[in-house]
């Protein structure tokens, strides 16, 4: 079940508010006060999507009280319900108060129920759009129109078919099983080196699946402190901590019936995980400040560069939550094992580049293209992105892309082969041996000797890595990194 929007009834008339009460809470989640002092109160400890106040209470009136509401909780959408329709009262409500709508009494219990229903799902568009839809002049149908236009502009970037590969690629059977996760509503986590178009595949999973048609939210978890992690997935009330200046709903309930994509998942600290497996346990957020928890229906994809497995053994992850994140594990193979890819990638980025950069570059010469190809792009996708970026700029025409146009350390000459193998000396298991150490030696130095991060690059476990490194005497390039 989706999480329920918290509607709040102001009324100083019992009958009245458990008129409204029996209503509204079949599909709300209703809360009451009976004066605008205990309604501050409420709005002070939660989340309050819609207000709906009666005009006429002793010592304030409705008008006067949501005026005050607009000012200290501005995405709340407000609304006036009374037995007088006077015009003044209409006018000023609109005009001082920013009230959403005004419903005279007698109510008609389904006519009520669409309105309520109507202002919350337009607390959940203003929240997508970033704009207060409730104080402009877009109407709730055309928000509606504009985000499933959106959404539907969105599948269409994000299909698998629109993933660039070439026909022999890891990626065909990466993309294989990523299209099996849409078939099944469980949690995923996709590993592989940064700049290997993680998101990407995230995207094109949640796009796929049953969820396409609901929010997509990213955030990435090792850009933040806990506290204010915390603020940006759970959400938070004003107040609750230095800087929290407004109320703030989470990630997680704005990505409510969709997917949230936790992003360098293994950088958070051992206090965040525990707050994250909660959530995934008991379907619920609480947001900072609050009194209470807020249920929510959202799927978990997760990313990381980094072998969580190796990160529980060595107590920097819990194991619970490990379990509940790697149910529909995905693993994306670093660019330079995929070689047959960087031709048909770096023709698709040149097309955008010219787009965006209002080029008519046709194409990147051969040489140059060899050259690339043979490179070990450290930094992946994103890296060859930044370098044609680059070439382009730098170029003086439209001609193809040239050699002369790339850095040192890829328009260099091919690296010669490991002596001995080059030449052909001693027989086949030996050459390939001499080549699989070069191989194992460059990555530990692109990483700095870290065995964890090489043996991911490479493909292999750590504990085979380790076992490498001892056989071709590698130990002098390797940090152990336990």
Not at 382 to 411: F, Y
Request: hydrophobic share 40%; aromatic share 6%.
């Amino acid at each position: 079940m989706n999480g329920l929007a918290t509607v709040l009834i102001v009324d100083d008339e019992v009958r009245s508010i458990e008129a409204l009460r029996r209503v509204l809470s079949e599909e709300f989640d209703v809360l009451c006060a009976r004066s605008a002092e205990d309604a501050e109160t409420v709005l002070a400890g939660d989340l309050v999507q819609v207000i709906l106040c009666d005009q006429r209470m002793p010592g304030e009136s409705g008008i006067a009280f949501l005026s005050r509401v607009r000012e200290k909780w501005p995405d709340t959408i407000r609304m006036i319900i009374s037995g007088y329709t006077e015009s003044e009262d209409i006018i000023a409500g609109v005009n001082e108060a920013g009230i959403y709508q005004y419903i005279t009494k007698p109510w008609h219990p389904e006519k009520l129920m669409e309105s309520v229903r109507e202002a919350a799902q337009l607390f959940k568009l203003q929240r997508e759009t970033g704009a207060p839809a409730a104080e402009s002049k877009f109407s709730h149908e055309t928000l509606t129109r504009a985000i499933a236009s959106r959404r539907r502009t969105q599948r269409r970037m994000f299909e698998f078919d629109r993933i660039v590969h070439a026909p022999d690629s890891p990626i065909v059977d990466v993309i294989s099983l990523a299209r099996r996760a849409t078939e099944y509503d469980i949690s995923v986590c996709i590993t592989g080196a940064s700049g290997t178009g993680k998101e990407l595949l995230a995207r094109a999973i949640h796009f796929g699946s049953l969820r396409g048609e609901k929010p997509f939210v990213v955030e990435n978890c090792g850009a933040l402190p806990d506290e204010l992690l915390e603020s940006e997935l759970f959400g938070c009330k004003k107040g609750a901590f230095t800087g929290a200046y407004q109320d703030r709903t989470g990630l997680f309930e704005l990505a409510d019936g969709g997917s949230i994509f936790l992003d360098e998942i293994g950088e958070t600290s051992p206090a965040f995980q525990v707050k994250l497996l909660r959530v995934l346990q008991e379907g619920e957020i609480r947001p900072l400040g609050a009194v209470r928890p807020r249920k929510v229906n959202v799927r978990v994809i997760c990313a990381t560069n980094r072998n969580l497995e190796d990160e529980v053994a060595a107590g920097r992850f819990r194991r619970d939550l490990y379990y509940r994140l790697t149910a529909f594990p995905i693993h994306l193979p670093a660019l330079n094992r995929r070689p047959m890819d960087i031709p048909i990638i770096a023709t698709r980025i040149l097309a955008d580049v010219n787009r965006s950069f209002h080029r008519q570059i046709a194409s990147i010469e051969p040489e140059a293209m060899q050259r690339m190809t043979r490179y070990d792009w450290p930094g992946n996708v994103r890296e060859l992105h930044n370098e044609i970026q680059r070439m382009v700029a730098l170029s003086d025409n439209d001609a193809p892309l040239g050699v002369h146009l790339l850095p040192p350390r890829i328009g260099a000459p091919a690296r010669l082969a490991p002596a001995g193998a080059a030449d052909g000396a001693g027989n086949l298991k030996q050459q390939v041996e001499m080549l699989e150490r070069d191989v194992i030696e460059r990555a530990l130095k692109r990483h700095s000797g870290n065995i964890s991060r090489a043996a991911d690059q490479l493909g292999l476990s750590r504990v085979g890595l380790r076992g490498k490194i001892e056989r071709y005497d590698l130990r002098r390039s390797a940090v152990d990194d336990d």
